[in-house]
Every structure is written in structure tokens, then in C-alpha cells.
């Protein structure tokens, strides 16, 4: 168990809907990534927040959002959801001036 | 160019085979060198961590780092089925937020 705890485990919904799916970090971590897998794919990196900021952005899609709360939680916000969105999405965090992200178990995103 | 090469597989050996799983890198800022375990449909798991060039040893599993050819290894002793998953290179700067992802391999011990 990494520490980093992600919900809903799972999550279907239809074409056009809007899902938030939730991460908490380690205990004392700030950053917190958010990471897309497609089926068979490697891992696509979307954002990263460190302590409320936005401090890096990947292959974020505009229909996706996100944000990280004064507890440092941190919620994804995917809209106008598509076939293609369907996927798992991961969150990880690290500590400050650590050097590994830790990995929760992840949502698996099915959009039908 | 990728910054970081990996080739996905799959590779398939019999248990108790030894097995080395690879990547290259291009980016020589990459200082601190990881490997992480992923089972199907599970979050990824640190498994190696190494700083540098040289080898590292923890139990079944040895990280070693060649930097000079920017080439990283992972070799799994007496592999056991439980060991089939997909193995993720990840090699880092100076902070976690400066870590890539290798597309990782997929290992399938046979029993």
C-alpha cells in the first residue's frame, strides 16, 4: 500500500457527461500527478500540482481540469466525456525534494 | 527521439530463468534511476530505486546503471510467475517532478 488513495475505483458513464475523480496523497506529500493509461499504453503524464499551484502540464486535454485543495487533496475533472477518454487515471505524489512519486491503485474510466 | 526507449515485449521465459529487462535514455541530466512493477490493471509499485551509476541488489532484483552509454538494466534472479507484470524504467532529474516513464515491458514467467 502506497498511501496515495484514489476514488471511485470505478466509474461508468455516458458520452457528454462530466466525472471528477478524487486523489488523496501520501500523508505529508505536496505534489500530487495525475496520469492517464489507455488499455496496453504507457503511462501519459496530465498535471501536476505542488501545494495548491499548478506546477506542470502534459498532455492535458482542455475538456480535462484539475485542482488541488488547502488539504491538499486534489480532484480531476473530466467534461464532454468521450469513447476515447475511457481509460485508467492515476494519481501519485512525492514529498518535497523527494526524488519517487508513489502511485495509487487508480479509477478505472469507462465511457459508453 | 524519445527521451526514454523501451522495448514493450512481450518476453516470455520459463521459471526460474534470469531475466533482464532494458531501457536507454538520451537526457544526461537523469541522475536518479527507478523501476516500477505494474500488474495488470493495478497502480505502478517502486520497486528499484538507484542514484547514479553502479549496481544496486535487493533480493531476486539488481538495478544497474550505465550512464556513460546511458543504458539502464533491471535482472530478475529465480524468476517466479508472480513476477509477471509490466516493468516501467523511470529515470529522474534532481526532484520527483522531473521523472519520465518508460512505455514498459511485459514480462511473462511461464511456470
Known amino acids: 500500500d502506497s498511501g496515495v488513495t484514489q476514488t471511485p475505483k470505478h466509474l461508468i458513464t455516458a458520452t457528454g457527461q462530466r466525472v471528477t475523480l478524487r486523489c488523496s496523497p501520501r500523508?505529508?506529500?505536496?505534489?500530487v500527478y495525475w496520469y492517464q493509461q489507455s488499455l496496453d499504453q504507457g503511462l501519459q503524464f496530465l498535471i501536476q500540482?505542488?501545494?495548491?499551484?499548478?506546477?506542470a502540464k502534459g498532455n492535458i486535454l482542455e475538456r480535462f481540469s484539475a485542482q488541488q485543495f488547502p488539504d491538499l487533496h486534489s480532484e480531476l475533472n473530466l467534461s464532454s466525456l468521450e469513447l476515447g477518454d475511457s481509460a485508467l487515471y492515476f494519481c501519485?505524489?512525492?514529498?518535497?525534494?523527494?526524488?519517487?512519486?508513489?502511485f495509487g491503485p487508480g479509477t478505472r474510466l469507462l465511457v459508453l | 527521439q524519445k527521451e526514454v526507449e523501451q522495448d514493450p515485449g512481450p518476453l516470455s521465459v520459463p521459471e526460474g530463468a534470469i531475466v533482464s529487462l532494458n531501457c536507454t535514455y538520451s537526457n544526461s541530466a537523469f541522475q536518479y534511476f527507478m523501476w516500477y512493477r505494474q500488474y495488470s490493471r493495478k497502480g505502478p509499485e517502486l520497486l528499484m530505486y538507484t542514484y547514479s551509476s553502479g549496481n544496486k541488489e535487493d533480493g531476486r532484483f539488481t538495478a544497474q546503471v550505465d550512464k556513460s552509454s546511458k543504458y539502464i538494466s533491471l535482472f530478475i534472479r529465480d524468476s517466479q510467475p508472480s513476477d509477471s507484470a509490466t516493468y516501467l524504467c523511470a529515470p529522474g532529474e534532481s526532484s520527483a517532478s522531473k521523472i519520465i516513464f518508460g512505455s514498459g515491458t511485459r514480462l511473462s514467467i511461464r511456470p
Open positions: 501519485a505524489s512525492s514529498a518535497q525534494g523527494g526524488e519517487t512519486q508513489y
Open positions: 500523508s505529508g506529500d505536496l505534489s
Open positions: 500540482y505542488y501545494n495548491g499551484e499548478e506546477r
